[in-house]
């Protein structure tokens, strides 16, 4: 982030440079207000180059305040801090009180400026004049920040306050709660900070959009939060973003909450469900390929697959077994030949799954899961797998006689059922195995001809 913007003591500057006609006494008190209103810090790095670092907002005005002339440690050197008003999302600016060498005592504010901005009632120009902020010059500001808005550029405002002896004795005893006085300030200075994209956002959004959610941006911890609970109402998936302290609501509040992994507080942390390590949206992207259920299609679900050992291991053993079962074991795993018409029934039903594809972006995400929502989700899984496992170990026991399994049913998973070597070979008993086998899976058959109806009845085992 930089600075490529700023209006300073009445005029709008692009320089980098402080102007000469701007006097010693106001300069030290625009570099006060950046130096020392700042979590921020200057210093000389092993190789003696300028080193700054906090926050990149921190760290651009910094680094303005720097090629304007400004001498960090002799700024923190030459200046005491009485007390400081940190952050506040609600108030959206920072103060600090400090006294000068010559025993006057300051506050100085910066801050969103048009939070900022509405608390000065005066300004002050180069030569040091102070000049009321009337109606015309308020709109005059506004415009201008409307105007460094509008060219993507975050806006911060820098103000001052000289504060009577009573008022600084009152914030000496309460240092750990200090009551800053943040009216009546005098305007320094406006500046505007170029805030570039990081590479891959604008495609990132572009396929969030794509995908059929929508991007919500620049909102207040507490607007999201209340964005959240009513977009939960009309029944939303939300999931929310969030760094800070004050962002934990949202993300508690929300379907899913993804906090920032360098930039995030623990407190943010504790309450999101995932955290993004690199803080780029880009990464959301990957996120939502693997939850959302509108874009299954980009999912890489081979993404470290072959790095896994134990999936290889798996896939080597189950090779192995299919291979000793289909040369050893006869026509218990015997397949079937693939003729053209089969393979063209799978070519189809592979055509089939591309109109499908975008059908399935307008698919609803569940709020909940549908196998953790299954009543008989353990029926499902004991009784079936048994069934199967009965159905295969029968399948492998007894010869395979086609023609007289079609007498039982026409469809394919009848016919999978032998009856030689019965005492019984008639269709009336082999119902009733298939009624003992398929009892479990709640499976109840029809007969397939009308012989078999007619012996059904005569022996009384019509299924009911």
Not at 99 to 119: R, Y
């Amino acid at each position: 982030m930089t600075v490529v913007s700023s209006w300073v003591c009445g005029k709008l500057r692009v320089s980098t440079e402080m102007d000469k006609e701007i006097k010693k006494i106001v300069e030290e008190k625009l570099f006060a207000s950046i130096c020392l209103n700042t979590n921020g810090h200057v210093g000389i790095s092993e190789e003696g180059m300028l080193e700054v670092s906090g926050s990149p907002t921190e760290v651009a005005c910094l680094n303005w305040a720097t090629k304007l002339g400004a001498v960090f440690d002799d700024i923190q050197r030459e200046n005491t801090i009485i007390c400081v008003d940190t952050f506040n999302s609600t108030k959206k600016h920072m103060g600090v009180v400090i006294e000068e060498k010559n025993g006057s005592v300051w506050a100085h504010w910066k801050g969103a400026s048009e939070v900022l901005l509405k608390q000065c009632t005066r300004y002050i120009d180069a030569e040091g004049n102070l000049f009321d902020l009337t109606k015309e010059k308020m709109e005059e500001l506004e415009g201008i920040i409307v105007t460094f808005a509008n060219s993507a550029l975050r806006t911060l405002c820098f103000a001052c306050r000289e504060l009577p002896e009573h008022e600084t004795q009152v914030l000496r005893v309460k240092k750990a709660q200090p009551d800053i006085p943040d009216q009546n300030l005098t305007c320094l200075a406006i500046v505007g900070i170029k805030d570039p994209l990081r590479p891959g956002v604008t495609d990132a959004v572009h396929k969030c959009q794509i995908a059929g959610i929508k991007v919500m941006a620049r909102s207040s911890p507490t607007d999201k939060h209340t964005l959240v609970k009513r977009l939960l109402e009309m029944g939303d998936v939300v999931a929310a973003t969030g760094d800070g302290t004050n962002d934990a609501p949202a993300l508690h509040e929300a379907s899913i909450g993804l906090a920032m992994g360098i930039a995030g507080t623990e407190v943010a942390k504790e309450s999101a469900d995932i955290i993004i390590l690199d803080d780029n949206f880009a990464s959301i992207v990957k996120v939502c390929n693997e939850l959302n259920a509108r874009k299954p299609e980009e999912a890489n679900v081979f993404r470290g697959l072959m790095a896994n050992r134990v999936f290889l291991y798996v896939i080597a053993f189950t090779v192995a077994v299919q291979v000793l079962l289909v040369e050893f074991c006869g026509s218990f795993t015997s397949t079937v030949h693939l003729t053209w018409h089969r393979w063209l029934l799978c070519v189809a039903l592979g055509a089939v799954s591309m109109p499908l594809a975008a059908i399935i972006k307008c698919i609803p995400v569940p709020k909940q899961p549908i196998w953790s929502s299954c009543q008989h989700r353990d029926d499902l899984v004991f009784r079936g797998g048994g069934s199967v496992m009965s159905m295969m170990l029968r399948q492998g026991s007894q010869k395979v006689d086609l023609q007289r399994s079609r007498s039982v049913k026409s469809t394919k998973f009848y016919t999978e059922f032998s009856v030689d070597g019965d005492k019984d070979s008639g269709p009336e008993s082999c119902c009733v195995k298939l009624k003992k086998m398929l009892c479990p899976l709640g499976v109840t058959p029809s007969s397939s001809n009308d012989v078999e109806n007619q012996n059904m009845r005569n022996n009384n085992q019509a299924w009911q």
